[in-house]
């Protein structure tokens, strides 16, 4: 197996207590505590048998996520991260997803004595009325009882989720965020509603005739990139916001382009191979069959140069840092300006993308426009000579 002298490592938990009427994210509702002890057990025999097999020198990022993993029974969870713990050592970034209706203090209190230092808590909103029609399971006294539980109970890092271009007044997200910033979290998450094909929310049309037009949907979004401005956040993704030093390293993994490994039904893994290939693993997305192999049920195809490319520009423009030239240059043997050169001077020339010797990245204004760039870009990599063969070098 190729050295691997860094893992990040993704575990999912698929269970929620309902399904939210926007969501597409594997999970079931309904377990008992006998389903979720079952599948923590699947789950521990999985990552044992990847990490057998690929021998990392070091994890250096873990994300427990979901689903709802705060939804598994304390003990439960306790006997599960001390038997991870005691493969993977010490990690710097360990993060749990919660949710508001099940978290518990006892919850915290096996996360905080599992070298657990960072939370990330799905909020989406603080309005009664939007929480409804969002499907959550939670309600803002349960929202309110997890700010006030992890104020007084967690010491480690925090982030909050929150949704933007839900239907209702022009003021509500700025009061989202308000209120969400409480505390001063280090980091702070800001997705837009999408709606995705299948889910109850895209098949109901007045539900749908009550989303924002554009223009609304635009004004909201720059309230509230000046707001996270004046509040000390940067912008460091698309998506993401955080003060000095709070950024999640765990994603960064992600779009910096480094090997990763996910284990639990639905998860996806990047991995390198010993003769360069660079694999991707899908797991099984219905938890039955998985459970029934939960080393054995994935699949796994090799990205090709070009493939790996594509995927470089579509992970390293999400970020203010952009992709890093040295890097780039390390897989590809050439610069990223110079694989796809038309897009990036008519990108770099409208003030979209900045182009020098460290970096390929976005402007403040052009992380906006990543869609139309990125179409720009993919067009152009299929006639780029990619060497036959990447070298995926470790940081
Ligand atoms: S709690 Fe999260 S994962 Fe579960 S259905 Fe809702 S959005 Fe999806």
Redesign the pocket.
Known sequence: MANLTDLSLYIHIPF?????R????Y?ETGAGVELIDKTLNALLISLDASMSHLKPDNISTVFIG???PSIIAPASLNRFLKKMNSWIGNVSEFSVEV?PESLTRDFLEVLSGNNVNRISM?V?TYDADLLTWL???AGVEALDRADNMLEEYWQGRLSRDLLASLPGKPDRLLKDLNRALIGEPGHLSLYELTIEPGTPLAGNMEDLKRLPDEKSVLDEWSMALSFMAERGYTRYEISNFARKGNESQHNLTYWRMRPYLGIGPGAVSTIPQDDNRIIRRQEKRDLLSWLSDPTGSFSESTLTSGELALEHFMMGLRTSEGLSVNRFRAVFGMNPAEAVPDAVDRWVSSGTLISDSVSLRPTSDGMDLLDSVLSDIAAETDKTQWPEVCLWPQP
């Open positions: 929620c207590v309902k399904r939210c926007y969501c597409d994210f999970s979901g689903g709802t949710n799905g989406q499907g959550r399971p």
